[in-house]
């Protein structure tokens, strides 16, 4: 049976190389869950892509399940002059696309005077390459079937704007990408590099035990390749001979790596070869009585901010608040209830984990408005712990995620399973059957996020 590649493989790619070459070579297969993979992908569920679609006139679907039904389907849809195309199978030997649209426009092709292009459907409001990419594939897949290539691709967002870009714009980059793909499926195995994107792989266990074992420089956190690439030219092979090197020496040995970076790549790697963290200066934390802790409960899948939690600790004593919605419809109005609660906070600092909570209150503000009080107070209160934490302690890990770091300092949390991709399964269950055990258990995960969140910043506190 051939090897195929899809629309996924450059996701998965540009996420983990090796994801792809276990996937086509592994004795037992390791596939994600469905929705997960398609969180992942940054897709929507088919209920939230129906409704992106409602408008279309004349809108058909492929239902077939076996790929060269479906892709059948799809030719007698197209060669009947359909106007959109839902769910649609291109093929072309062992290359399989499951563009989530085909819409007809005016030109000419194989089939008279139109031809289709493609788009996918996506909770993201920016391009990214996985994107273009899987359009690029689209296109040349299109053009084998089709006879003409389209000069654009689209992804359409989960609030049915369009992104589009030219495919010429990325043909380049996309050919080269393919290229490696072929030659993974083929059988050549990537070099090793274990990255934040690995996590996302169902291989991610299997990545990180082979990067242990040859003790390889990609554990370093946030280690670049070029730099690896560079220590490795001048010998250093492994994370343990990069400690045992003095910056004096590695900064004669490997010049072309700056000082202050490489002071920082060896400073990692005596953290990890040590077991031991390392304090680089004072957390920068400012004194309050009241402090809030924030962090937000997504659904992607339906592009569904519907939780706002914060742990309010008010002279020591703590309390945990909760802002959520139960439905779709209702999330502007659980804004403008934490909205009202940031404004009883005026002066209180907002502390949260990564860029999320500011990219969803930046959207939401210009989405469904926030006072001069509340945005004054957003702007000048958030702070990201992430950035402290750069700042001032290297860890002896290779991923600086809440749960990593919150582990590391003992702390745990309720729910053995707990972690943002199983929380969005959770909210699809609740969202459905509005069951009250998974409400508790969401909130119980949120809560715990927050008080995660207090935790490191209370240890930042006493510890730098």
């Known amino acids: 049976m051939p090897r195929l590649i899809t629309e996924k493989s450059f996701y998965q790619f540009i996420k983990c190389p090796n994801w792809v070459y276990f996937d086509a070579h592994a004795l037992e297969p390791k596939p994600h869950d469905p929705l997960l993979l398609k969180l992942l992908e940054e ?3 088919e209920e939230k892509q129906r409704a992106v679609l409602a408008d279309r006139e004349d809108l058909v679907e492929v239902t077939a399940e076996d790929p060269e039904r479906a892709f059948e389907q799809t030719l007698a849809f197209m060669r009947e002059g359909r106007q959109t195309i839902y769910r649609g199978v291109l093929i072309d030997k062992h290359w399989v696309g499951h563009p989530d649209v085909l819409e007809r426009v005016e030109g000419q092709s194989h089939f008279g005077n139109y031809y289709y292009i493609a788009a996918d459907i996506k909770r993201a409001r920016q391009m990214r390459d996985d994107y273009a990419f899987q359009g690029c594939f689209y296109a040349e897949l299109l053009e ?4 003409v290539r389209p000069q654009q691709g689209y992804v359409i967002s989960s609030e049915g704007e369009v992104l589009n870009y030219l495919i010429e714009s990325f043909a380049s980059e996309y050919k080269l990408t393919l290229d490696a793909i072929e030659a993974i499926v083929a059988g050549d195995k ?5 990255t934040s994107g690995c996590k996302n792989s169902p291989w991610f ?6 990067a242990r074992s040859c003790d390889d420089l990609s554990l370093l956190n946030r280690v ?5 690439a560079r220590l490795r030219a001048a010998g250093i092979l492994t994370v343990e001979q990069l400690s045992q090197k003095s910056i004096h020496q590695l900064t004669d040995i490997v010049p072309d790596i700056r000082p202050d970076r490489m002071e920082l790549l060896h400073a990692q790697a005596v953290a990890l070869q040590s077991g031991k963290h390392i304090i680089r200066g004072r957390a920068d934390l400012p004194e309050a009585r009241v402090e809030i802790f924030f962090d937000i409960e997504s659904d992607p899948l339906r592009d569904f901010d519907y939780l706002f939690g914060a742990l309010v600790v008010h002279d020591g004593i703590q309390e945990y608040v909760s802002f959520l919605a139960e439905y779709p419809d209702q ?4 804004w403008r209830a ?3 609660f940031i404004e009883s906070h005026m ?5 949260h984990y990564g860029g999320f909570e500011q990219d969803v209150v930046a959207h939401f503000s210009a989405k469904y408005g926030v006072s001069e009080l509340a945005r004054e107070a957003f702007e000048r209160n958030m702070i990201d712990l992430i950035g402290v934490i750069r700042a001032s302690v290297i860890f002896p890990l290779s991923f600086y995620s809440l749960k990593d770091i919150a582990a590391y300092i003992g702390f745990e949390w309720r729910t053995a399973d707990a972690s943002g991709a199983n929380s969005v399964l959770w909210a699809e269950e609740w969202l459905k059957h509005k069951s009250e055990d998974v409400k508790r258990r969401i909130l119980e995960y949120n809560e715990d996020d927050c008080r995660a969140t207090w935790i490191i910043q209370r240890w930042l506190r006493e510890t730098t």
């Open 43 to 45: 897709g929507l569920i």
């Open 144 to 147: 084998k079937i089709q006879g």
């Open 190 to 194: 990537p070099a090793h590099f274990v």
């Open 205 to 210: 266990s299997e990545c990180k035990a082979q």
């Open 224 to 228: 670049w390749g070029e730099e690896i």
């Open 331 to 334: 999330e502007g109005e659980n």
């Open 338 to 340: 934490f909205v009202r």
């Open 347 to 351: 002066d209180a600092p907002i502390y």
